[in-house]
């Protein structure tokens, strides 16, 4: 068989960090132990049912079963709107200043490609989500990194970073509530984001995958609540988490209607929109009873204190996440995130990622995802107990 050899293009993309330890949980997985994998970001909780159905009556509209029109339905970007105005008073135009997305993922990466010559600069939190990073190297762009240190709530310091680096920014990737390390951010930080973006002429992507998490009654902030932030940025809003769809592939931008337009044109030549069922069902999520986002949002909470309180009983100082479904814990003296992470696996077959994947500054800490019930994760604790692990 003749191997052909990949574009330039396809070699540049980074290497995918968390493939070993995939392999290593299907090894263990294979010896027949009782792994509790708290290291992806998969929501383990079904799509709420009304909007299953909403899918099922939609599939036999014969309308449907014809290519879908390529920016999107109507009916959804409708939907899209009035979401962001009960959600958080933001107006938007259904026409200019939304793109309906197979998922965030892929708007993340597509939006680099959209705005990025070779050699641009984009500026990236360090740690954070990886696919930031292949959008910029499929655009052969080049990368600013932010740290995002808890003393400073894992938020971008923008008065250290050098006047220079942000002058030839063109873009800037957030997410909060943030992956991987949990932290929230309020209007005033977004307020000033506007003004550094404006003064440096960046534009802002705001990932808001984790849009509906927050706890203690705190609502996650919308980037676009910030005045003028529309001027200099667009948010990207996933299903996946908000509504448990992460099969279903849906997300959109919300925004700028100069970047809406950009990523509508790419996807002009990369595809026909999503299948118009979907699109009708996540209309029917987004305007629909939220009583289910309620509930998630309880059982998150309650996975928390579940999990927090036990670590705190066995000595692991970690603090409670604000938003997210995530934990961002600190690894125990004398080990780097690796090294801990790769203990839990093989001793206690629990798997958790190690935050140095995520960049840099995620050196120290590993990411637990609360998504397994209580008592599992009562039980991942339990086991880590049992390694007398030295937390102080
Ligand atoms: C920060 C962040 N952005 C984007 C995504 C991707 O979301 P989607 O399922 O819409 O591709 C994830 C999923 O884990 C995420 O954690």
Redesign the pocket.
Known sequence: MRNFEFSDTLKRLPEQFFANLVLKVQALKKQGHDVINLGQ?NPDLPTPQHVVEELKNSADNPNFHKYSPFRGQRFLKEAIAEFYKREYNVDIDPETEVAVMF????G?VEVSQCLLNPGDYSLLPDPG?P?YMSGIALANAETTLMPLREENDFLPDYQEMDESALDRAKLMFL?YPN?PTAGIANKAFFDETVEVAKKHNICVIH?F??GAIGFDGEKPQSFLSSEGAKDIGVEIY?M?KTYNM?GWRV?FAVGNPSVIESINLIQDHLYVSLFSGIQQAAAKALTGDQACVDELVATYEGRRHAFISSCHEIGWKVSAPKGSFFVWAPVAKGFTSEEFANLLLEKAHVVVAPGNGFGEYGEGYVRIGLLDSEERLREAVERISKLEIDFK
């Open positions: 970001g998922g965030a993922k892929t993340l989500y696919d997410n992956n990932d995958a984790y996933t996946s992460a997300a």
